[in-house]
């Protein structure tokens, strides 16, 4: 069972900064994709950023330019780096592990592997 602990969330001014660290109990090269999601009372969870196992990075409109996505491999972490922070960034964050994989089977295919999730973490950005 694979385990994904976030850490750092907390109260932010707007225009502050947080870091969000997810620490993996597996290699997390070993993942197709690792992302961060949050999701805001009332509304359904959202994509925030991903990084995929060859480092490319992807970013939900809203978070483009000031949200940074990176990994440091030796330590099985992935980071958010959040600066310039809103209002509306409020939310519980979440790391995401995806090792989901299409494989042959029995004349057709079928899907192997697990989407992961953390807990989730906090994030409230308010004056």
């Known amino acids: 069972q694979v385990q994904l602990v976030e850490s750092g969330g907390g109260l932010a001014q707007p225009g502050g900064s947080l870091r969000l660290s997810c620490a993996a109990s597996?290699?997390?090269?070993?993942?197709?994709?690792m992302g961060w999601y949050r999701q805001a009372p009332g509304k359904q969870r959202e994509l925030v950023a991903s990084i995929t196992s060859g480092g490319s990075t992807d970013y939900a409109d809203s978070v483009k330019g000031r949200f940074t996505i990176s990994r440091d491999n030796a330590k099985n972490t992935v980071y958010l780096q959040m600066n310039s922070l809103r209002p509306e960034d409020t939310a519980v964050y979440y790391c995401?592990?995806?090792?989901?994989?299409?494989?042959?089977?029995?004349?057709?295919?079928?899907?192997?592997?697990?989407?992961?999730w953390g807990q989730g973490t906090q994030v409230t950005v308010s004056s």
């Open positions: 995401n592990a995806d090792d989901r994989e299409t494989v042959p089977a029995g004349g057709g295919s079928r899907i192997v592997g697990d989407n992961y």
């Open positions: 597996r290699i997390i090269l070993s993942f197709n994709a």
